[in-house]
């Protein structure tokens, strides 16, 4: 089974409609961040989470928020979904210092 | 800011030969890096670092070479699989909060 699982893998959904991404991971890790991919670019850190208690944003976070609902979930919501949000992301664990960190398979979000 | 440039979106080589990928840095506050290793539909996987202490890691086949003074980074791949076609991102490994800037991603496709 995957370390670090994301659901759904594929999402349409249109402008204006809140959606959430879950993650979920088994490596008993403290620290979790949300990216997002965009063609040609590399991956853009959106928020992150030491613990549970602890949540920061990150490079992008505009239009997210996000739940650290246990140790091992955390989600990633769009509160009212725009075109320019359609993209990759992905959800990473990771031990202190967390330069390696272990990724999701992604999921691919398009917002019409 | 920091930042981080793969400026070949792409590289073809032959099978056996040697594959080098090439990333230039700015403002890094630690001098360490990484490469992560993409296959589609799939998350980055860790493949390598280096960090200021020393200008050349290697690993397998995979080599990493880090210029300070030119803020220039190298991975070399000897020799050459076709398993090795993937994108491969070059990361700046951040602050202690694993914060990692990612470049653009460098696309290698291996033929046999």
């Known amino acids: 089974d995957a370390d670090v699982t994301q659901t759904p893998r594929n999402r349409i959904t249109k402008t204006g409609k809140r959606i959430m991404l879950e993650c979920s991971q088994t490596?008993?890790?403290?620290?979790m961040y949300w990216y997002r991919q965009d063609p040609g670019l590399g991956l853009r850190l959106i928020y992150y989470s030491f613990d549970v208690k602890d949540i920061n944003k990150g490079e992008i976070s505009d239009g997210y928020s996000v739940s650290r609902q246990a140790q091992a979930k955390f989600s990633l919501s769009l509160e009212s979904a725009i075109p320019n949000q359609t993209a990759l992301y992905f959800c990473?664990?990771?031990?202190?210092?967390?330069?390696?960190?272990?990724f999701g398979p992604g999921t691919r979000l398009t917002v019409l | 800011d920091q930042q981080v440039k793969q400026n070949s979106p792409s590289l073809s080589v032959q099978e056996g030969r040697i594959s080098i990928l090439n990333c230039d840095y700015t403002?890094?506050?630690?001098?360490?890096f990484l490469w992560y290793k993409k296959y589609p539909a799939e998350g980055p996987t860790f493949l390598i670092s280096?960090?200021?202490?020393?200008d050349k890691n290697e690993d397998g086949r995979f080599t990493v070479f880090l210029n300070k003074s030119a803020k220039h980074l190298s991975l070399h791949i000897v020799p050459s699989q076709p398993g090795d076609s993937a994108v491969y991102f070059c990361?700046?490994?951040?602050?202690?909060?694993?914060?990692?800037?990612f470049g653009q991603g460098t696309i290698l496709t291996v033929h046999p």
């Open positions: 490596k008993g890790h403290d620290r």
């Open positions: 990473a664990t990771s031990d202190p210092p967390g330069r390696v960190q272990f």
């Open positions: 403002n890094s506050m630690f001098d360490y």
């Open positions: 990361v700046d490994g951040g602050t202690s909060y694993g914060k990692l800037t």
């Open positions: 280096i960090s200021s202490i020393k």
